[in-house]
T-cell receptor
């Protein structure tokens, strides 16, 4: 049973560029959340997708956008990259029918470096 | 962004010792979660707490949901080398996002 998978594992981009990160949820899960984790910090909630729509959003600018596909996989897009966007981006999946407090299962993240 | 107050920031202990860490918040949470993150990996859920006063164990790990709903602690008994890593607390209100602490780094001296 595959867990949450993210790609790529590492990425280097230049300021001003755009990036797309991908996530496949754990089998049986229908909800995907994205988190940004800066070095030495806890994760910060970016947004959550359910039924192909953004259900809730954290305190991140519109440069951060996402998408969820019919197979429940998801993408995170970041436009006009800034140096401060360098971080580990974590995807977490859960099963909505388990309630809003159903456990999150995390992938191993994508390490984004902006130069 | 908002974060919980998690302490201590790091701990150096001997193998076999007990470990205690805690989290406090200015907000009331309905759920407290404890995760462990190893280098190069995503956080893994250790214990979930859903009720004020709840005390839950998972092997050598024990966590409690504070009665005020603004704090939680995690204890690890008889630490072993594989306990090394970063432990995070996370709280949730009546919505979908988790609010996280900055982590407690556990280092075990052989």
């Amino acid at each position: 049973d595959a867990g949450v998978t993210q790609s790529p594992t590492h990425l280097i981009k230049t300021r001003g560029q755009q990036v797309t990160l991908r996530c496949s949820p754990k089998s049986g899960h229908d909800t995907v959340s994205w988190y940004q984790q800066a070095l030495g910090q806890g994760p910060q909630f970016i947004f959550q997708y359910y039924e192909e729509e953004e259900r809730q959003r954290g305190n991140f600018p519109d440069r951060f956008s996402g998408h969820q596909f019919p197979n429940y996989s998801s993408e995170l897009n970041v436009n006009a990259l800034l140096l401060g966007d360098s971080a580990l981006y974590l995807c977490a999946s859960s099963y909505d029918r388990g309630g809003w407090d159903s456990p999150l299962h995390f992938g191993n993240g994508t390490r984004l470096t902006v130069t | 962004g908002q974060q919980l107050n998690q302490s201590p920031q790091s701990m150096f202990i001997q193998e076999g010792e007990d470990v205690s860490m805690n989290c406090t918040s200015s907000s009331i949470f309905n759920t407290w979660l404890w995760y462990k993150q190893d280098p190069g990996e995503g956080p893994v859920l250790l214990i979930a707490l859903y009720k004020a006063g709840e005390l839950t164990s998972n092997g050598r790990l024990t966590a409690q949901f504070g009665i005020t709903r603004k704090d939680s602690f995690l204890n690890i008994s008889a630490s072993i080398p594989s306990d090394v890593g970063i432990y995070f607390c996370a709280g949730r209100e009546d919505n979908y996002q988790l609010i996280w602490g900055a982590g407690t780094k556990l280092i075990i001296k052989p």
